[in-house]
């Protein structure tokens, strides 16, 4: 089985400072863990993933996320919040032998002026 | 043009009609995924297929029917379409099932059950 979660529903935070959006996962196994984005009506788009190893994995737009075992967590942090980083972001976890993602419910990142 | 396209993109239909969305990718991806999406339950998978002919069950397949029959497409129907089903519905498609691949997703369809 395999299971995601996203604590918040939203996040705010003013353009300029540091972010972060939390994901949480439950697998029975190794995970592959993903984030995807998502702007007003349009499709979710891939940013980043971890397969294994290296515990801070680098995306796209300048967003990384940090893998972490012992808290079965994978945030996802930019240095610096942008107004159009503004968007709802979505965790997503695949077990080995799985076809399937899972998705977490999705946070809400507002980021003001 | 390359990618994942669904349509129609806006749809308003009436209870008990049957509706079908359409899913065509050009990558010739072996899995293709259709999922709904609605507020405080994020995306749920309806179906997934790993090849032509080859189909199997989400979390949520009740009312739902899939077929296909080309690699490139992946057409859902909604035999007897009910309020519950008024959602956003978006196709996907990776080229592995297993391991880690990333789903590449379409645009989205916002269907509208009256």
């Known amino acids: 089985a395999q299971s995601v979660a996203q604590p918040e529903d939203q996040v705010n935070v003013a353009e300029g400072n540091p972010l972060t959006v939390k994901c949480t996962y439950s697998?029975?196994?190794?995970?592959?863990l993903f984030w995807y984005v998502q702007y007003p009506n349009r499709g979710l788009q891939f940013l980043l993933k971890?397969?294994?190893?290296?515990?801070l994995v680098k995306g796209s737009y300048g967003f990384e996320a940090e893998f972490n075992k012992s808290q079965t967590s994978f945030h996802l942090k930019k240095p610096s919040a942008l107004v159009s980083d503004s968007a709802l972001y979505f965790c997503a976890v695949r077990v080995s032998g799985y076809s399937t993602l899972t998705f977490g419910k999705g946070t809400m990142l507002l980021v003001s002026p | 043009d390359a990618g994942i396209t669904q349509s129609p993109r806006y749809k308003i239909t009436e209870t008990g009609r049957q509706v079908t969305l359409m899913c065509h990718q050009t990558w010739s991806h072996s899995y293709m995924f259709w999922y709904r999406q609605d507020l405080g339950h994020g995306l749920r998978l309806i179906y997934y297929s790993a090849a032509a002919d080859i189909t199997d069950k989400g979390e949520v397949p009740d009312g739902y029917v899939v077929s296909r029959s080309k690699t490139e497409n992946f057409p859902l129907t909604l035999e007897s379409a009910t309020r519950s089903q008024t959602s956003v519905y978006f196709c996907?498609?990776?080229?592995?099932?297993?391991?880690?691949?990333?789903?590449?997703f379409g645009p989205g369809t916002r269907l509208t059950v009256t």
């Open positions: 971890y397969i294994t190893g290296d515990n």
């Open positions: 697998v029975s196994g190794n995970p592959y």
């Open positions: 996907a498609s990776s080229e592995y099932g297993d391991g880690p691949y990333e789903q590449y």
